[in-house]
Each structure stands twice: as structure tokens, then as C-alpha cells.
């Protein structure tokens, strides 16, 4: 295999899909899909014609996604056009797509980018970002799952802990602002919660809803972010605030905690405090101690670093984040963040621009900036 050829080919095989009508992020998807296929077909099967090759797969893989995407969006449009419901609820298969796409001959973290895609709406970076992985291992994650679906029948659909995970990352693509998913994914959660007595169906719900309820304050009219310490809690939906409260507690009522449901309980801290000084950070110690102990996730380390900084002190919240490893996304601003509370400004302002350069989107990357900017005029004064 030569993957030097691969690269060079790949901006002249990019730009005819483009040519042809593809928008970039699709015809870039369906290349990756391209290249993933040439890495696998041509070490026993070598084309002669190999940029008209992977220009046809490519083209082929751009056609049936879009017939997909058309095919999704139709479904949407014939939900919205339907009269309101009478007794009868309306049909709507989405949730029994996320069953079906979890398939039992797929390992749950394939099942997972698999719905994504296919289903969520999603490319393939934003399932990268979201596994904290590559995008190029994302892009051969994929297509493995739909090499392995291909030919498989869809009689068996899969479990609820992979659907639920799928619908808690589709939710966060949605509430970062850069796919509006975070409503559709309320939504399909409600109709699980109502059609599965699961206590950690009914945390997600719960998680998702104290989340959506700070969503109108999280950013301020010009677009910028406004971190959760500065935001207006006036702005705050008390309904939804209430009602994520009272199934969270109705669900822990039953022991059998999961990790959505530690989540939900570390949003309602944050949503009982009548202001970010009366924040229970103590308590929130302790449940990303739970949280960490059922996952253990770096990011929820990374999370419990902030925490700790608050409720110990940030020399505390430091000596958490120096056991963790520095690559992690997001490391650099809690750094930036930690050693400001500590006073060294000058360490503080040259992370935060530091952090800037790694922002996943424009939003954080333009906060962090303006973070920087402040602590050097503060500096210079």
C-alpha cells in the first residue's frame, strides 16, 4: 500500500467531488470513506487507474449518503407536516432507528459512531471530537461498523446502555451550538424514559433537561460564551429546572446509580445555587469521586480538578490536574483557569492563549482569547 499516493491524491480527488456539486464537508467524508476502502481493497487488488478509482468510490459513497441524509430529512418533514396527535400518538421510528443501529454483532463504541452518523446527523469530526479519538480512527471506526452491518439482518436490536449513550452525545453536539440536536434528543429520551422503567434512562432525561435549562444564558447576544459563575440566572428555565430535579430524585430514590444520574446530580448542585458563590462545591467533590469511580473517565478527572480548586483551593485543584495527562482537551484552560485563582497572572494569560490555539470552535477559541487579553491588560496596569 502506498500511502504516500494516497495523499497526494487525495486535494485533486477532493476538489472533483467538489467540482461535481458535493458541499466540502460531505465530499471530505466520503474520500476518507474512499481512502479507508483503498487501504483495505488494493494491497490484493491493485487498481490501474487509482485516482479514477477513488474518485468513483468517493462519488459512490457521497451518493449514498446523501440519499441517506435525503431520506432522514424526509422523515422530519413528514412528522412536522402531520396534524396534532388525538389519542392515537404519532408514528415516528427514529428511536427504533437508534435500536436497530446498535446492532448486537457491533461492539458498543462502533454501534455508537455507527448511529451517529447514520442517524444523528453528525460527521464524521464531531464523533472524533466527541471519542476524544483521531479523525481518520473515526472515519475507519465507521466504516468497519458498516462493513459489518451489511450483511447482517436487523431482527436483534441492540441494548439500552448504547442507545443511551448515543443520545447523550447526540445532546451534547446539540447543546455546544454547532449542530441544534440538543431539543430532537430531549425528545426521543422522553419517549425511552416513558417506555423503559430504567433509572439510568430517567438520569439522562434528568441531565439533559437541567443542562437545556441554562441554555439561553450560556451565551451572551454578540455570540460569546458566558462561563456558568457569570451567567444570569434569572435566564434559567425554572420548569425544566424542576422538573429534571424531580426525576433525578426519584431515580436515585431507587440505589441503583449510574453515571447519568451522577451527572444529573452534579447539574442540580449547580442549579440550586441561588449564585455561584453559595455553590456546593464540596458536595460536587464528591459525586465526580462517584462519577469517577463508575467510568473512569480522564475528562470526569479533569472536570473533578475544577472542582476541587473551588472547594479546596486552587494549589488543590493544581496538585488534582498534575496527575492527569496534559493532552487531555480542555487541560490547558482548567491550567489557565487554576493558576489565575492561585494570583500568577502571568502563567494564567500565557495558558489561555495557549489554550486558544487548541479551542475545538470559534466560541471557546474567542473566550479564551479575550480571557488572555484581560489578565495582560490587568498585568500592565
Known amino acids: 500500500m502506498n500511502e504516500a499516493l494516497l495523499r497526494s491524491l487525495t486535494p485533486s480527488v477532493l476538489g472533483i467531488l467538489v467540482r461535481r456539486g458535493a458541499d466540502f464537508a460531505a465530499a471530505e467524508d466520503a474520500v476518507q470513506d474512499a481512502l479507508v476502502e483503498a487501504v483495505r481493497v488494493w494491497p490484493a487488488d491493485p487498481p490501474r487507474d487509482p485516482k479514477g478509482w477513488l474518485v468513483t468510490v468517493a462519488w459512490r459513497k457521497f451518493l449514498d449518503q446523501t440519499r441517506a441524509d435525503a431520506s432522514r430529512r424526509r422523515r422530519e418533514d413528514l412528522v412536522d407536516e ?5 389519542a392515537a400518538p404519532a408514528s415516528d421510528d427514529t428511536l427504533q432507528l437508534y435500536f436497530l443501529c446498535a446492532h448486537p454483532s457491533l461492539t458498543p463504541s462502533s454501534a455508537v459512531a455507527l448511529t451517529l452518523r447514520a442517524v444523528g446527523g453528525l460527521t464524521t469530526r464531531q464523533i472524533a471530537q466527541a471519542y476524544l479519538v483521531p479523525e481518520a480512527t473515526m ?4 466504516s468497519r461498523a458498516k462493513r459489518t452491518v ?5 431482527d436483534r436490536p441492540g441494548d439500552v446502555a448504547t442507545v443511551l449513550r448515543v443520545l447523550y452525545l447526540v445532546f451534547n453536539e446539540g ?17 425511552l424514559a416513558a417506555a423503559i422503567d430504567h433509572p439510568e434512562v430517567a438520569g439522562l432525561l434528568a441531565l439533559m433537561l437541567l443542562h437545556h435549562a441554562r441554555r439561553a444564558a450560556r451565551t451572551a447576544p454578540d455570540g460569546s460564551l458566558v462561563p456558568l459563575a457569570e451567567q444570569d440566572r434569572g435566564r434559567w428555565d425554572t420548569g425544566a429546572i424542576a422538573e429534571g430535579v424531580g426525576i433525578l430524585q426519584a ?7 449510574g453515571e447519568f444520574q451522577a451527572q444529573a446530580a452534579i447539574a442540580a448542585l449547580h442549579a440550586d445555587a441561588p449564585t455561584a458563590e453559595e455553590t456546593d462545591w464540596v458536595q460536587i467533590v464528591e459525586w465526580y469521586d462517584e462519577l469517577a469511580r463508575l467510568t473512569d473517565n480522564p475528562v470526569v478527572r479533569l472536570n473533578r480538578a475544577v472542582a476541587v480548586g473551588e472547594a479546596d483551593g486552587p494549589r488543590a485543584g493544581l496538585a488534582a490536574l498534575a496527575r492527569l495527562d496534559d493532552s487531555l482537551p480542555r487541560y490547558t484552560a482548567v491550567a489557565a483557569y487554576l493558576h489565575e485563582r492561585d494570583g500568577d497572572l502571568a502563567t494564567a494569560a500565557r495558558l489561555y492563549a495557549e489554550a486558544a490555539h487548541k479551542a475545538p470552535d470559534l466560541a471557546e477559541r474567542g473566550h479564551l482569547t479575550r480571557q488572555a487579553a484581560r489578565l495582560n491588560a490587568r498585568r500592565s496596569h
Open 150 to 154: 451489511s450483511g447482517v439482518r436487523f
Open 251 to 257: 431515580a436515585l430514590s431507587r440505589d441503583r446509580l
Open 175 to 191: 447543546y455546544s451550538g454547532d449542530v441544534d440536536l440538543a431539543a430532537e434528543a430531549i425528545r426521543l429520551t422522553r419517549q
Open 82 to 86: 402531520e396534524p396534532a396527535p388525538g
Open 139 to 142: 472515519a475507519q471506526r465507521i
